[in-house]
């Protein structure tokens, strides 16, 4: 299965300011995607990453908020914009191939701390 | 939308006991997957089981798509095995495919 490396681990961040993770993969892969995973809570898809357009977004998820990009078929980054406390969250990098047969694998997250 | 929904959401259990998880879909799934969070919230998934049965070591997996439900059999618990364990059914569009997932179930395991 893909190996994901996600970067930064953790970060604590200023509200107002933008916080750009990264996420790579170690092979080329049709999907990634970019989840959400507020404290205590279950996990929650942001968008889909296209390769060469705009991301697919979920239902109260909005590109000015959370920009992503994916210029190949091994990385993505999402931008989480003009932050607050409430942005307080893991988020987690998914990739996989729809006919994997070890599904979709995850990187480790990023703990984002607003204060 | 589809709802994935976990029980029990908390079990304790004494270190080397058995517990069984549970994971109930209310439509039709391409396929599902078993994931176990551990306490750093590192995701590590366990099983990518449309239906049948899948062992490895002391866990096993059981998917009845027909019933739309599946099961996560752990034996001989550890203090390891500690952590949150999601389901999550994969939703298959265009190209690829989404995974929704579950509330999860909080297991705890005392030594």
């Known amino acids: 299965s893909a190996v994901i490396s996600q970067k930064p681990s953790r970060d604590i961040c200023q509200r107002g300011t933008s916080l750009t993770i990264q996420c790579q993969v170690d092979s080329q892969v049709t999907m990634m995607f970019w989840y959400r995973q507020q404290p205590g809570q279950s996990l929650t898809l942001i968008a889909t990453a296209n390769q060469g357009s705009e991301a697919t977004y979920e239902s109260g998820f909005v590109i000015d908020k959370f920009p992503i990009s994916r210029p190949n078929l091994t990385f993505s980054t999402l931008t989480v914009s003009n932050m607050s406390p409430e942005d307080s969250s893991i988020y987690l990098c998914?990739?996989?191939?729809?006919?994997?047969?070890?599904?979709?694998?995850f990187g480790s997250g990023t703990r984002l701390t607003v204060v | 939308g589809i709802q994935v929904e976990q029980s029990p959401p908390d079990l304790i259990l004494q270190e080397g006991a058995n517990s069984t998880l549970r994971c109930n879909f209310s439509d039709s799934v391409n396929n599902l997957q078993w994931f176990h969070q551990n306490p750093w919230g590192q995701l590590i998934n366990l099983f990518y089981i449309p239906s049948g049965t899948k062992q490895n070591g002391r866990l096993s997996a059981t998917t009845v798509a027909t019933e739309r439900y599946s099961l996560l059999y752990i034996s001989s618990s550890q203090t390891t095995d500690s952590g949150v364990y999601f389901c999550?059914?994969?939703?298959?569009?265009?190209?690829?495919?989404?995974?929704?997932f579950g509330q999860g179930t909080e297991l705890s395991v005392k030594p």
């Open positions: 999550a059914v994969v939703m298959i569009y265009n190209q690829g495919g989404k995974l929704i």
């Open positions: 998914s990739a996989g191939t729809r006919d994997s047969y070890y599904g979709y694998t």
